[in-house]
C-alpha cells in the first residue's frame, strides 16, 4: 500500500467533530425555524415574547462553518434512499454518497471524511424520523 504524504492515517477523525455535527444538525431539525420565527416576532413585538421563550442552541450543537457543505450535500441526496411499505426509510446508499462525491471530485480521504460524516447526519435523520413516527402513533392510541 502506497502512503501518500497528504493523507492522515486511519481513523483519524476526532470523535467530537461527529459528535458536535449531529447536534447542531438535530438542533435545526427539531428547533431552528421555530426558533428563527419567534425571534423574528420577538423583534416586532418584544414585550409580548420573552427571550427565555426562544430556543437557545446548546454549546454541544454550536453551528460551524463546515457543518453547511455536509448539510447541503444531506439535502441533496436525501431522498436517494428506498422507502419501505410501512413509511419507514433507509440509510442513503453508498453508490448515491459514491456518484456526488465523483461528480464534485470528492476522493481519497476526504471521502472517507464525507461518507463517515454524511453517515452520521443520515444517521441522526433515520432517528428523528423513527421518534416522530412514535410520537404520531402514540397520539393516534
Known amino acids: 500500500m502506497v502512503c501518500r504524504p ?6 483519524r477523525i476526532r470523535r467530537e467533530r461527529r459528535k458536535k455535527l449531529t447536534a447542531a444538525f ?43 457543505f455536509y448539510w447541503q450535500a444531506w439535502n441533496v441526496l436525501r431522498f436517494d434512499r428506498q422507502y419501505l411499505d410501512t413509511g419507514a426509510e433507509t440509510p442513503i446508499s453508498f453508490v448515491a454518497y459514491d456518484t456526488f462525491a465523483r461528480r464534485y471530485g470528492i476522493e481519497g480521504e476526504a471521502f472517507d471524511r464525507f461518507h463517515i ?14 421518534e416522530k413516527a412514535k410520537q404520531r402513533k402514540e397520539a393516534e392510541s
Not at 6 to 11: H, S
Not at 31 to 60: C, F, N, T, V
Not at 117 to 130: K, N, P
Request: proline residues 6%; charged residues 35%; negative net charge.
Open 6 to 11: 497528504c493523507r492522515q492515517a486511519a481513523g
Open 26 to 68: 438535530r438542533f435545526d431539525l427539531e428547533w431552528k425555524g421555530h426558533a428563527d420565527w419567534l425571534a423574528e416576532l420577538r423583534k416586532e413585538y418584544p414585550d409580548e415574547i420573552p427571550a427565555s421563550q426562544i430556543p437557545r442552541r446548546p454549546a454541544e450543537a454550536r453551528e460551524e462553518l463546515w457543518h453547511e
Open 117 to 130: 460524516f454524511m453517515t452520521a447526519i443520515d444517521a441522526e435523520w433515520l432517528r428523528h424520523s423513527a
